[in-house]
Every structure is written in structure tokens, then in C-alpha cells.
């Protein structure tokens, strides 16, 4: 059971913000394989660097099987990512229609940019 978010914005951590700002987006303009790597951009990078070292490290050292193994990881790591994304947008629309979008924009604080208010 997962606890209730809270009903006023400052309560909401920069986690949850980021989330439901990326749930808000994506209600309008459907998230694409592409926008969802463009949103773990700076993740990806971060494990190509990291990565690319070790297994530079590695092949410095002659040390191959270790090099065709950090690559394996790496490489699963990706393809678990690729699974992940393809997962969700295939549930996308499942998802956008049980989100309500007044209490979404009351828990970001203001209302969607360019949306029309009655």
C-alpha cells in the first residue's frame, strides 16, 4: 500500500515534482521512445563515461575477459533500459486516463501552461 500524496505543493519532494511535471507534459504530447531518453540523458552519460573507463581500464591492462564482461553489463543495463521505456509506453494509455489533471495541477501548484480554466 503506498501512503497518499500530500494536498499542498511545498510538500512534495523535487522527486515527486519532477515526476508528476514529467506525467503533466507527457498528458498533452504522448512520451516517445526518443523523449524518454532525452529524460535519462544525463544517467546515460553517466554510465557511458563510467563504463568506457573501466572497460578502457581494462583492455590497458590486457585484461580482456574482464573488458567483455564490464562491456556485458553495461550493454544489459542498456537493454534493460530499452524494455523499460518500451514497457511503458506501451501502458501509456492505460495510465492517462486514470490521472486526474485538476488535482495534478493543484499538486504542482498552478495550472497547466496554456490550458484553458472554466
Known amino acids: 500500500m503506498t501512503p497518499d500524496l500530500p494536498d499542498h505543493p511545498t510538500d512534495l519532494t523535487p522527486l515527486q515534482r519532477k515526476a508528476l511535471g514529467n506525467l503533466r507534459a507527457f498528458l498533452d504530447v504522448p512520451p516517445t521512445l526518443g ?3 532525452r ?4 544517467a546515460l552519460a553517466i554510465m557511458v563515461v563510467f563504463g568506457g573507463a ?3 581500464l581494462c583492455v590497458v591492462r590486457e585484461q580482456w575477459l ?5 562491456a556485458g553489463i553495461f550493454f544489459g ?5 530499452l524494455g523499460t521505456f518500451r514497457r511503458t509506453l ?3 494509455p ?5 490521472i486526474d489533471r485538476d488535482r495534478l495541477d493543484r499538486l504542482l501548484g498552478e495550472p497547466e501552461p496554456g490550458r484553458d480554466r472554466p
Request: hydrophobic share 60%.
Open 90 to 92: 506501451r501502458i501509456w
Open 54 to 56: 573501466l572497460i578502457g
Open 35 to 37: 523523449a524518454l531518453y
Open 77 to 81: 543495463a542498456a537493454v534493460r533500459d
Open 66 to 70: 574482464m573488458a567483455c564482461f564490464t
Open 39 to 42: 529524460k535519462s540523458l544525463p
Open 94 to 98: 492505460a495510465t492517462a486516463a486514470v
